[in-house]
Nanobody
């Protein structure tokens, strides 16, 4: 049973930074794509960014490009989402997901395993 667990959410002020982590207990991490999504109440889940564990592909949504950075540690099977210059509109529940592809799909329907989500609030 594959499990994906996020951690690191919280309340920060605009302009602050925050790092989220995602641990995935998959057997062979290199065969999975890893995606980060976020969701606000009443809205669809939105792709934030994703990576392939072999480092060949890293994608970001336009509104986080240059502010968010995704990294991966394949030894420990952990991905981090480093968020900087946070804005109130970044407030959402953030999810990590794993796809049984060696690339990170941008559509949530292509992901097989999801974490429980972690809340990020950006407010003054």
């Amino acid at each position: 049973q594959v499990q994906v667990v996020e951690s690191g959410g919280g309340l920060v002020q605009p302009g602050d930074s925050l790092r989220l982590s995602c641990a995935a207990n998959v057997r062979t991490i290199s065969t999975y794509g890893l995606g980060w999504f976020r969701q606000t109440p009443g809205e669809a889940r939105e792709f934030v960014g994703g990576m392939s564990w072999n480092g060949a592909d890293i994608f970001y949504a336009d509104d986080v490009k240059g502010r968010f950075t995704i990294t991966g540690d394949d030894t420990h099977k952990v991905s981090n989402l480093q968020m900087t210059s946070l804005k109130p509109e970044d407030t959402a529940v953030y999810y990590c997901a794993a796809a049984e592809h060696n690339y990170p799909p941008t559509d949530e329907v292509d992901y097989d395993y999801w974490g429980q989500g972690t809340q990020v609030n950006v407010s003054s």
